[in-house]
C-alpha cells in the first residue's frame, strides 16, 4: 500500500477514534466512517483497487453535512492521493468530483 495512502488512513482512523470536536460530527457518524477506512485499508492492503463508496467519499461528506473543517480535508488528501494513484480509466467522475467536492 502506498505510504501516504496508510499514513492519512491511520491519521484519520486515530482520529476518529475519539469524540471529534465539530457538532456536525455525531459519534455515530464519527464510528461508521471510522470503520469505512478500517474497510478502505484492508481492501488496498490485499493489493485491490477501491471502488464503490470510496469514489464518493467526499459527496457522502459533504452529503452529511460534514464536508468542510480539518477532518473533511484529511479525507479530501486521502480521496486525492487514491486518485493519483487509480484514476487511469477506473474512476469515472473522479475528475468532476475532485472540481466539486
Do not use: C
Not at 461528506?61 to 486521502?78: D, E, Q, T
Amino acid at each position: 500500500m502506498d505510504a501516504t495512502v496508510a499514513g492519512i488512513i491511520d491519521e484519520l482512523v486515530e482520529t476518529l477514534s475519539a469524540p471529534v470536536d465539530d457538532p456536525e460530527w455525531s459519534d455515530e457518524t464519527r464510528l461508521a466512517w471510522r470503520q469505512h477506512l478500517l474497510g478502505v485499508r484492508k481492501r488496498l492492503e490485499r493489493g485491490e483497487r477501491p471502488n464503490g463508496d470510496e469514489y464518493h467519499m467526499m459527496r457522502w461528506l459533504s452529503f452529511y453535512g460534514i464536508g468542510a473543517g480539518p477532518v473533511a480535508g484529511r479525507f479530501r488528501a486521502l480521496y486525492e492521493r487514491l486518485h493519483e494513484l487509480y484514476a487511469e480509466g477506473d474512476w469515472p467522475f473522479a475528475a468532476h468530483m475532485l472540481a466539486t467536492s
